[in-house]
C-alpha cells in the first residue's frame, strides 16, 4: 500500500539522519546512570513507557517519572525526556526538580532549541519536522525506533541477549 510506503520512506529518512555521537553519548549515559528516570507526555510518553519496559528487561534499574513506585532521585541518576516540542510544562517542572537534585537530563526531541533543550545535559535530536502524518506521529514513531536501537546498543555493552532479557519478563499477567 502507498500509505504504508509512505510512513516508512519518512521514517528511514529520518533516522538516517540522528546525530551519531550524541545517540553513542546517549547509551553511555545510561549505562553508568545509578538510576534511570523516563518521563513523557501524551503519544511521546506512552514510547517512553515501552523503552522503560525494554530498560528493565536489560536488568537496569529504572522507573517512570510519576508512577507510585518511582524512588527518589538522587546525585548521578539519569532523567530521559521524550518531547516533540520541548515546551510541555509539566516535564520542564520535573527536570527543573530532577537537575536541583543533581540528575543528569538526557532529552529526544524535535526542537534542540526548546526549554527542555537549555535544561538538558545530553540532547538527541530527531528531525521529524515536516510530515504527512497528522500532528507528531512521526516524531512518536521514530523515537520508539530510536529507543529500541537504544537496546540493542545495551544489548552488546552489557552482554545481554534476547533470552536473558527474557528471563525478566513479567511472568504474574
Known amino acids: 500500500m502507498k500509505k504504508y510506503s509512505l510512513v516508512l520512506n519518512e521514517l528511514s529518512s529520518v533516522v538516517d539522519k540522528i ?17 534511570v528516570f523516563l518521563a513523557g507526555a501524551g503519544r ?11 530498560l528493565m528487561h536489560l536488568g537496569l534499574s ?8 518511582s524512588p527518589h532521585s538522587r546525585k548521578n541518576d539519569l ?5 516533540g516540542s520541548g515546551e510541555t510544562q509539566r516535564l520542564i517542572n520535573q527536570v527543573k526538580i ?17 526549554t527542555l533543550a537549555t535544561l538538558a545535559d545530553y540532547v538527541l535530536t530527531i528531525p521529524a519536522g515536516h510530515s504527512a502524518q497528522p500532528m507528531g506521529s512521526l516524531f512518536e514513531q521514530a523515537s520508539l525506533l530510536t ?5 540493542l546498543s545495551l544489548m552488546a555493552s552489557l552482554n545481554e541477549t534476547s533470552q536473558t532479557m527474557k528471563e525478566r ?3 504474574i499477567e
Open 19 to 35: 546525530d551519531e555521537k550524541a545517540f553513542n553519548s546517549l547509551v553511555d549515559s545510561i549505562i553508568t546512570a545509578g538510576h
Open 44 to 54: 511521546s510518553g506512552q514510547m517512553i513507557n515501552a523503552f522503560a519496559n525494554r
Open 62 to 69: 529504572v522507573s517512570v517519572v510519576g508512577e507510585i513506585s
Open 79 to 83: 532523567m530521559i525526556v521524550g518531547s
Open 98 to 114: 530532577a537537575k536541583n537534585n543533581g540528575v543528569y537530563i538526557a532529552l529526544i526531541t524535535t526542537a534542540p532549541d526548546s
Open 147 to 151: 529507543y529500541d536501537t537504544i537496546v
Open 169 to 171: 519478563h513479567a511472568d
